[in-house]
């Protein structure tokens, strides 16, 4: 009997054993560095855990969330910002990609190097791409200033640290995009484009008729990439601004950090964490509804 018991799984470890072998620390990884933390997150935005004040870190309930969301004047208005800045880097991203897969995708003179130098954007780190922009932008020697002949502190100002910040992520971001977009252009079948040729199409007619619908399960991902990779972007928000004038530019990210690792508050730093995690979430299942909605009728 127990032989017979013992055989199947001797079998199926002989026959899949090595494969979960090989994916192991994969998973090893993705438990320690991303699930436990995670849960961890959630556990500590219970408590009124501070590293400056001994004895912190019981349990409180909700009173974080509440104390959030009622008595911190600059939650919402951080809230505000996180949405602001994910819709204002992704729409960009998408406005400044889809002219720009067009051209890499017709018949360009070294149309390669191109596509390569397009990419230089996206691989340099996003702590030095930043540092860039805040040079550029500098209002006492940037080069913005340089070649406009101004004077303007372009990261100080409310009026235009928002479109600066937007600017820079829409260059970050766009070449992925663009690529995305590139590789969907691929797909489009050229008999489409000969058939409406012949039917007296012009050019407007076949991005709007062909290419376009071709391209919406592409621009789906994409999108959904987009907004994730945004809401989490803290590192340009970081180095060109810290979040100021003020608060003026913080999102929830950053108030992760302030809380956490400057005012050591891991609590309220871990609520706002939950919060920041379960909206994301929110968006991205409503975004799923949407297109499903969409390519369902």
């Known amino acids: 009997m127990t032989d017979l018991t013992l055989r199947p799984a001797a079998s199926f470890w002989k026959r899949y054993g090595f494969g979960y072998l090989l994916i192991l620390p994969t998973v ?57 800045w994910v819709l204002g880097s992704t729409v960009l991203q998408f ?15 070294f149309r390669p190097v191109w596509r ?28 913005l200033n340089f070649y406009l002949h101004t004077k303007v502190i372009w990261l100080g100002d ?30 489009v079948p050229e008999e489409m484009y000969e058939a409406s ?17 071709m391209l919406v399960p592409v621009m789906f991902v994409t999108g959904l990439v987009c907004i994730i990779t945004s ?6 928000i970081w180095v060109l601004t810290a979040g100021g004038p003020g608060h003026a530019t913080s999102i929830l990210p950053t108030y992760i950090y302030t809380n956490s690792f400057q005012f050591f508050n891991l609590g309220t730093g871990s609520a706002v964490a939950a919060i920041s995690t379960l909206f994301v979430l929110a968006i991205v299942l409503v975004y799923l509804r949407l297109f499903d909605a969409k390519g369902n009728e």
Do not use: H
């Not at 309930?61 to 911190?72: E, P």
């Not at 012949?198 to 062909?210: M, Q, V």
């Open 158 to 187: 409310q009026g235009t640290v928002w479109p600066a910040l937007l600017f820079a992520s829409m260059w970050k971001g766009f070449p992925y995009v663009t690529l995305m977009m590139l590789a969907g252009l691929q797909g």
């Open 28 to 84: 090893l990884y993705l438990v320690l560095f991303q699930v436990y933390p995670l849960f961890e997150s959630f556990r500590l935005s219970f408590t009124d855990l501070n590293f400056l004040r001994p004895g912190s870190g019981g349990y409180i309930g909700l009173q974080n969330y509440l104390k959030l969301m009622t008595q911190d004047p600059n939650f919402w208005p951080i809230f505000g910002n996180s949405l602001f």
């Open 231 to 236: 809401w989490t972007k803290f590192e340009m």
């Open 197 to 213: 040729y012949i039917d007296g199409c012009n050019a407007w007619k076949r991005f709007f008729y062909i290419t376009l619908p």
């Open 116 to 143: 390569g130098l397009l990419m230089v954007p996206w691989v340099t780190p996003m702590v030095v791409m930043g540092l860039i922009w805040k040079w550029i932008y500098d209002g006492d020697y940037g080069l």
């Open 95 to 109: 406005i400044v990609a889809m002219p720009a897969a067009l051209v890499l995708n017709a018949k360009l003179p």
